[in-house]
């Protein structure tokens, strides 16, 4: 009997023991649907969901006993300690507070009287997944238990899971890190609540066999690329462009595909013009070196230095990316910038100006939305419209296809359209220059193509742009790269120069090479 068996009328599968299941998708796919109906939190309308033979109706407070559940927003209760949140998690489950294995498989044994507030994202998504375990699972499901978080982090959080999996549990991983989908057993892949594929993540990429290449260039071949009618989709990667297609070319030098190749490739490949918020960007003119200034930039919290001597500058029309695990600076240095936070010591300008006097030259689009979750998303566009003194709102609603949403609190968007939204909100003025905090955290690689598409064809405008990511593949896109890490600057130049200086093949790769190697001296 398989451990877990779904049978419902738009998805069909069942899973043994001990697998690693990946459930990947769009954004309103039904990814957190499923998850929360195998948790039996939601009752299918028709057909059936059993656990290890327990119906997910019928035997509701059984099943809730053998599985473990993080969900994609875990509770964890901020102004409580670590020890704290363990022992509410054992009390809740009826578990002994036998908490010795999970401080030392998450490694949090040194921060039990610390505040659940005050632990970095990947920390806190690790006293999660101890909260799950509580009491042993026999399925553990854990709903984008990465989202926000570091490489570093994330590839912890796979090795802790990669554990389970060899005491028999069965894990049930929906994520947006389709290198993570690929290294599981299996795949669910849905697309507006029916599943596309099941099977193993080598059976989808055998779709796009023989069709995926690469090409030297950059962001400008990209958009030309995009618009011929054999690109199902590209991507930059460094100094070259990644390309799938629907028909081999003569000459073209083919590489192995990824599964995110295949991902696009089922569902119909990525954006196919060039942004329409870019066409009616107006050109900006001037001077192109040192629109945004940093020197000698420190930021002190009492007896802790969050931000230390950082000095940079970009150029017009330049993607500058901002890269580090959680907690090394990167929001800390962004709202310094914006003119959010004040500098212990150092300078900035932007656009030849304090930021006191260029806050109508900027656009801002924070890491935890800039938007008015209670109200619509009308009120959010006329809000905004009216800070900036723009009159914007209707272009705003045609360019990110928000007319349907506009009654809706933006607290009830999908993640997908909340982060369009936010988008929209911080180019009502066509700035000049963008500040993007972690713009595509959480969101499909669909949405996030789309949202680089705008990035690029800004670019070609002379926007200038700045952003934080914890996608390395993004990264790639950036023009140059520097790599923050407790407050200070490690590293700083193009994806390609950071990748050969760590002598590695991926930035992935380099980031950590990069970490380990400043730890180590």
């Given amino acids: 009997m398989m451990i877990v068996e779904i049978d419902l009328p738009h998805i069909k599968a069942s899973f043994d023991k001990g697998q690693m299941i990946g459930i990947v998708g769009p954004d309103g796919s039904g990814k957190t649907t499923l998850m929360r109906m195998l948790a039996s939190l939601l009752v299918p309308k028709s057909g059936k969901i059993t656990i290890d033979g327990l119906d997910s109706v019928l035997s509701r407070e059984e099943i809730r006993s053998i599985i473990g559940y993080m969900p994609q927003r875990f509770g964890l209760y901020e102004d409580l300690t670590v020890m704290q949140n363990l022992c509410l998690y054992a009390d809740l489950r009826g578990a002994e507070r036998h908490f010795d294995r999970l401080l030392h498989f998450t490694n949090l044994g040194p921060f039990v009287d610390r505040l659940a507030g005050n632990l970095s994202g990947g920390m806190k998504q690790k006293l999660g997944l101890a909260c799950a375990l509580m009491k042993k699972p026999k399925v553990l499901l854990l709903d984008e238990p990465s989202v926000g978080v570091d490489p570093i982090s994330r590839r912890e959080l796979w090795k802790m899971t990669h554990e389970l999996l060899e005491e028999g549990i069965t894990v049930i991983w929906s994520t947006t890190y389709l290198d993570e989908a690929e290294r599981c057993h299996e795949v669910l892949l849905l ?215 506009l009654k809706v609190r933006a607290d009830d968007l999908p993640l997908g359209f909340k982060q369009r939204l936010a988008l929209a909100c911080s180019n009502m003025h066509h700035p000049k220059i963008l500040f993007l905090d972690e713009a595509t955290s959480g969101v499909d690689a669909r949405t996030r193509r789309e949202f680089w598409n705008h990035i690029n064809s800004l670019v070609q405008r002379g926007v200038t742009i700045l952003i934080t990511t914890h996608f390395m593949d993004e990264a790639e896109y950036c023009d140059r790269i520097a790599l923050v890490y407790k407050g200070q600057l490690i590293a700083m130049d193009s994806p390609q120069v950071i990748k050969n200086q760590a002598n590695k093949r991926t930035l992935e790769e380099a980031f950590i090479s990069l970490v380990e190697g400043f730890d180590a001296t």
């Fill in 191 to 405: 697309d507006e609540g029916k599943l596309l594929y099941k099977g193993t993540p080598d059976g989808l990429k055998e779709n796009v066999k023989g069709r995926v290449c690469k090409v030297d260039g950059g962001r400008e071949l990209l958009l030309k690329l995009i618009k011929e009618e054999n690109t199902v989709d590209a991507v930059i990667e460094a100094d070259q462009i990644r390309l799938v297609v629907k028909k081999p070319f003569e000459g073209m030098h083919q590489v192995a595909p990824r599964f995110e190749d295949a991902f696009m490739d089922m569902l119909g490949g990525g954006p196919k013009e060039e942004s329409l918020l870019a066409k009616r960007t107006p050109q900006i003119e001037g001077e192109s070196e040192g629109v945004i200034q940093v020197r000698n930039l420190t930021k002190k919290f009492g007896n802790f230095t969050a931000v230390n001597n950082i000095s940079f500058s970009v150029k017009k029309g330049e993607v500058f990316g901002l890269l580090g695990p959680n907690g090394a600076g990167k929001s800390t240095t962004f709202k310094m910038l914006c003119g959010l936070i004040k500098p212990t010591s150092g300078q900035t300008s932007v656009a030849g100006k304090d930021i006191r006097n260029a806050r109508g030259e900027i656009g801002y689009m924070a890491q935890k939305f800039s938007l008015y979750s209670d109200l619509t998303v009308y009120q959010n566009l006329k809000f905004f419209a009216g800070v900036y003194q723009a009159n914007s709102i209707d272009q705003m609603i045609e360019i990110f296809d928000l007319q349907p949403f």
